[in-house]
């Protein structure tokens, strides 16, 4: 397959460019475009056939089920079978935006969507040519993040070629997304409603809409040994589990290289991945640091001694003082790191609040749990 790149604007996107996205979807086609939070790689949600293609392109096992995208609230019962006022209401506070709903599924989408449960996940995205594109073609688009299975989710057009190439018909070329992680998912088919998966809304705001809502608990994030034994032990049983949360997968945002995710007081944490950075590369390992600039810069030191052996690579990703840019940032500095073929990457976040929890849970599933706590933390 020849896989075309079309540049898009981003702002003011071209007619032309979005009339041959909507050919290619209305011939049961995959294309990749962008949202505000990431790529995504699309196909007419309910062309099972055409669904099908996204999960050869990806490498994605059929058990983990896909986002449908709509280009307006009144368009979600086109695959969820009501909207509940719930729904309405985070749709109106929210919508265009990163937050995806899970809802009861109409009997027409296929099982292939949502992985053979009787709910769909949707969302509204905001990106203007994600709604150029929805409002142009008049369907719900089911897509999923356009990297292959277990990459980074992809930011730019160039992440989507490098992982898709030869494997889907278009991508559209729009820039680098906005967000830079992808929606925060909320089950609404629980009572209370459940955050699934953190992402471009925080928790804080969805509770300004949802008093009771709940977060993620350390089960959820896969903190607990029940989880280790889901994740490790039965892994061939989870794996024919329809994946409810993403994560219960080994290897979900998995860099080539080993991560280890460093937790605790700031000062600490730079020290030790600093001494855990020497150590390693006195060991011959080539090692990767990703941690927010202020980290990076306080790491200098240990970077310059290695320099010399080309050792030790340090990636900043945005800062601690502003999270948002940090969540832009990160999967493009954790696909840089793995360019560089570093055998093991050693990484730290930016507090784990508003965007900081996004962060840190795909920090913590690239790092398939090994974290390492120190100082202030460890000991409390
Ligand atoms: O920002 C985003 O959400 C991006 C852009 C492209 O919209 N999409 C995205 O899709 O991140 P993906 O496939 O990488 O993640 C979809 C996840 C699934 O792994 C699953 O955990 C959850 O959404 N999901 C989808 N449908 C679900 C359902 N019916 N019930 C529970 N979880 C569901
Ligand atoms: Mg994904």
């Given at each position: 397959?020849?896989?075309r790149?079309?540049?898009?604007?981003?702002?003011?996107?071209d007619?032309s460019?979005?009339?041959?996205?909507?050919?290619?979807?209305?011939?049961?086609?995959?294309?990749?475009?962008?949202?505000?939070t990431?790529y995504?790689?699309?196909?007419?949600?309910?062309?099972?056939?055409?669904v099908?293609?996204?999960?050869?392109?990806?490498?994605?096992?059929?058990?983990?089920?896909?986002?449908?995208?709509?280009?307006?609230?009144?368009?979600?019962?086109?695959v969820?079978?009501?909207?509940?006022?719930?729904?309405?209401?985070?749709?109106?506070?929210?919508?265009?935006?990163?937050?995806?709903?899970?809802?009861?599924?109409?009997?027409?989408?296929?099982a292939?969507?949502?992985?053979?449960?009787q709910?769909?996940?949707?969302?509204?995205?905001?990106?203007?040519?994600?709604?150029?594109?929805?409002?142009?073609?008049?369907?719900?688009?089911?897509?999923?993040?356009?990297?292959?299975?277990?990459?980074?989710?992809?930011?730019?057009?160039?992440?989507?070629?490098?992982?898709?190439?030869?494997?889907?018909?278009?991508?559209?070329?729009?820039?680098?997304?906005?967000?830079?992680?992808?929606?925060?998912?909320?089950d609404?088919?629980?009572?209370p409603?459940?955050?699934?998966?953190?992402g471009?809304?925080?928790l804080?705001?969805l509770?300004?809409?949802v008093?009771?809502?709940?977060?993620?608990?350390?089960?959820?994030?896969?903190?607990?040994?029940?989880?280790?034994?889901?994740?490790?032990?039965?892994?061939?049983?989870?794996?024919?589990?329809?994946?409810?949360a993403?994560?219960?997968?080994?290897?979900?945002?998995?860099?080539?290289?080993?991560?280890?995710?460093?937790?605790?007081?700031?000062?600490?944490?730079?020290?030790?991945?600093?001494?855990?950075?020497?150590r390693?590369?006195?060991?011959?390992?080539?090692?990767?640091?990703?941690?927010?600039?202020?980290?990076?810069?306080?790491?200098?030191?240990?970077?310059?001694a290695?320099a010399?052996?080309?050792?030790?690579?340090?990636?900043?990703?945005?800062?601690?003082?502003d999270?948002?840019?940090?969540?832009?940032?990160?999967?493009?500095?954790?696909r840089?790191?793995?360019?560089?073929?570093?055998?093991?990457?050693?990484?730290?976040?930016?507090?784990?609040?508003?965007?900081?929890?996004?962060?840190r849970?795909?920090?913590?599933?690239?790092?398939?749990?090994?974290?390492?706590?120190?100082?202030?933390?460890?000991?409390?």
């Open positions: 397959m020849i896989t790149v079309l540049t898009v604007d981003r702002d003011a996107p007619a460019v979005i009339a041959e996205a909507v050919a290619v979807w209305r011939a049961g086609g995959v294309v990749a475009f962008p949202t505000e990431v995504g790689l699309g196909a007419y949600a309910l062309d099972a056939v055409a099908a293609r996204i999960f050869t392109a990806k490498g994605r096992p059929s058990n983990d089920p896909l986002i449908v995208h709509v280009a307006s609230m009144a368009e979600v019962t086109r969820a079978a009501a909207l509940p006022p719930l729904a309405r209401a985070l749709g109106e506070r929210f919508w265009p935006g990163p937050l995806t709903l899970i809802l009861p599924k109409r009997p027409d989408v296929p292939l969507v949502t992985a053979g449960l709910t769909v996940g949707v969302r509204v995205p905001a990106h203007p040519v994600a709604r150029a594109l929805l409002e142009a073609s008049g369907l719900p688009i089911a897509a999923p993040s356009a990297n292959r299975f277990s990459r980074p989710s992809p930011t730019c057009a160039a992440h989507v070629l490098a992982d898709l190439d030869g494997r889907v018909d278009l991508i559209l070329d729009g820039g680098t997304t906005d967000v830079g992680v992808e929606s925060t998912i909320v609404l088919t629980v009572d409603p459940l955050v699934r998966r953190p471009g809304i925080s804080g705001a509770r300004a809409v008093p009771d809502i709940r977060g993620q608990t350390p089960v959820d994030r896969g903190q607990t040994p029940s989880m280790e034994l889901r994740t490790v032990d039965n892994a061939a049983a989870v794996e024919h589990m329809p994946q409810v993403p994560g219960q997968l080994i290897r979900h945002y998995a860099p080539r290289a080993v991560l280890t995710l460093y937790e605790g007081q700031t000062d600490a944490v730079v020290t030790a991945i600093g001494t855990d950075a020497r390693l590369a006195a060991e011959g390992q080539r090692v990767g640091l990703l941690t927010p600039e202020e980290d990076l810069l306080a790491l200098a030191p240990v970077i310059a290695a010399a052996r080309g050792r030790v690579l340090g990636r900043a990703y945005g800062s601690r003082r999270s948002a840019r940090a969540a832009h940032e990160l999967f493009a500095s954790l840089g790191l793995d360019g560089e073929q570093v055998d093991v990457i050693l990484a730290s976040a930016p507090a784990d609040a508003e965007i900081g929890q996004a962060i849970d795909r920090l913590f599933r690239a790092a398939e749990g090994r974290v390492r706590r120190v100082g202030a933390k460890e000991e409390a």
